[in-house]
């Protein structure tokens, strides 16, 4: 630690305005680091995958046993696998070679799996044994309704386009998928917002009736719900729509940078801040969030993945300098302030993963999510509530317990608090019984000690992403950014301002250890 900690202190006061000369090799030693972390992480993602089929599993036990493999995967899943192995390529863990025969070897299996032809997109589960679609959930026996999700599909979809850019001898594979799948399928031009616009996107279909809520449209039954937020992760797939000509370009001004700030709306977590303004004839509200004394434009839930896993793919921050370029930033520092000051957990980094007493669950913070049940921080399921001006009295103060970090959120914020985040995951390596062949486990109860010891292709996958960019010059954003995607999405995007101050005092992103 004695050794790790020195490096990363004078990496720390270069990101204070401290002299360059002496971080330069101090950033080799926190970039060695933080190679030895992609290797084993690699090594996760190749023991979930079946050697027959090239499908990754959705998870893994810490062990990495073949017999540890869930027997169900997603187009998220696959699309991770396929970047991944591209990452692996770049970092010399891999060959050329084998990159490309274990990324071809996933086309071929995609280029016959069976999907919903009208549109082209995968069904939400897989058995990557055989590629039969799931119609039985395997740890419970419960029936499966045959789903595509556009948000699961939209990372397919980067991930194709990941492949295009990278790998030219797979070019044409990736491709003749790419060309086939339309997101315009799901764009609802009659679904409003409560500000007047209206055209959003689905958050699926199905291609048989459902239980549960659904309209049929198009020959298949949509969800009733839409995605209106903008700080989440299916704004991929809105980019990705937008771009090929699928969906219309004001289409990314119709989701809502904050729900209203009227008592009418005073159910969401706080009540923001903001002012009205105008782009592409959209009427928009620049709503933001403040929490301790970071103002930013919240996520749905709080968490890292709804922020920045887009950013791993599209530069938004350099894009988008008055909008992503100030709220990536200000995310990071509220989920470093939140873990260090304020819950004091000693450590941070919070986003949907294993739940360290089993299963699933989504973890975050409270304060900087919109929804008012929140994605808690700690095992006890603390609840934030700041109240909604005069409409709401505020709640009394959380008493956070054992709190959740998930390594993967950590690894997400690494363009913008690289020092931070190198220093929080070798402290989170040394004091608790988090790292193993496969690289980190997938969340720490920090209070107990308690793990989640299994890998989740998605978070392992994100590992990878945000690796590539960082060691590799933004390797995955290269790859991923066709001339067509940057002329069609950077003017979009680089027309607005977030109400979020320029050059706003972020001590945290400065910050190392506690």
């Known amino acids: 630690m004695r050794r790790l900690l020195a490096p990363l202190l004078a990496l720390t006061l270069t990101l204070a305005g401290g002299s360059a000369a002496v971080a330069a090799p101090d950033d080799r030693a926190a970039d060695r680091a933080l190679l030895s972390y992609a290797r084993d992480t690699w090594r996760s993602m190749t023991a979930m995958t079946d050697p027959g089929t090239g499908l990754v599993a959705d998870n893994i036990t810490g062990d990495l046993a073949a017999g540890g493999r869930s027997t169900y995967t997603s187009p998220t899943n696959i699309g991770g696998y396929l970047w ?36 082209g997109m995968y069904y939400n589960w897989y058995d990557p044994r055989d590629g039969s679609v799931v119609t039985v959930w395997p740890d419970d026996g419960n029936p499966v309704y045959p789903f595509m999700s556009s948000v699961d599909n939209g990372w397919l979809a980067a991930a194709l386009h990941v492949v295009k850019g990278a790998v030219p001898q797979l070019r044409g594979q990736a491709d003749a998928i790419l060309r086939k799948m339309n997101f315009g399928f799901y764009y609802n031009p009659a679904a409003a917002t409560p500000f007047g616009a209206s055209g959003l996107i689905a958050g699926g279909f ?74 592409l004839g959209v009427g928009v509200y620049e709503g933001a969030y403040r929490y301790r004394g970071i103002q930013f434009v919240p996520s749905w ?194 027309k607005e301002t977030f109400n979020v101050p320029a050059g706003q005092d972020l001590p945290q992103l400065r910050r190392v250890g506690s």
């Open 206 to 279: 199905w291609d048989a009736p459902p239980p549960g809520c659904s309209r049929q449209r198009a020959g298949v039954w949509f969800t009733c719900n839409h995605y209106d937020i903008t700080v989440t992760e299916p704004r991929i797939a809105t980019y990705l729509g937008i771009a090929a000509g699928q969906i219309p370009p004001e289409a990314y001004y119709h989701t809502m940078r904050t729900l209203p700030a009227t008592c009418d709306w005073s159910w969401h977590e706080m009540q923001p801040v903001g002012f009205d303004t105008h782009h």
């Open 301 to 494: 839930g709080g968490d890292m993945f709804e922020a920045l896993m887009p950013d791993l793919f599209v530069p938004e921050a350099r894009w988008a300098p008055n909008s992503w370029g100030r709220n990536h930033p200000a995310t990071v520092a509220g989920q470093i302030e939140h873990g260090m000051n304020d819950a004091r957990y000693g450590y941070w980094g919070f986003s949907p993963a294993s739940d360290p007493a089993g299963g699933y669950l989504a973890w975050g913070v409270d304060a900087m999510g919109m929804d008012t049940d929140g994605y808690p921080s700690d095992m006890e399921r603390s609840k934030y509530d700041a109240g909604f001006g005069d409409c709401r009295p505020a709640g009394p103060e959380p008493d956070y317990g054992d709190g959740v970090v998930t390594p993967h959120a950590a690894f997400l914020a690494l363009p913008y608090a690289k020092g931070p985040v190198v220093d929080n995951l070798a402290r989170l390596k040394a004091d608790f019984d988090s790292y193993g062949p496969g690289g980190f486990y997938d969340a720490i109860a920090v209070g107990s000690g308690t793990v989640a010891k299994r890998h989740l292709s998605l978070d392992q996958a994100m590992i990878m992403a945000a690796l590539g960019n960082e060691l590799r010059h933004d390797l995955i954003r290269r790859a991923f950014v066709s001339p067509q995607f940057e002329s069609r999405i950077r003017p979009l995007i680089a």
């Open 84 to 119: 991944s192995a591209v990452v692996a390529r770049d970092l010399g863990i891999i060959s050329p070679a084998e990159a490309r025969e274990r990324i071809g070897q996933t086309l071929d299996t995609l280029a016959r799996l069976k999907h919903h032809t009208p549109s």
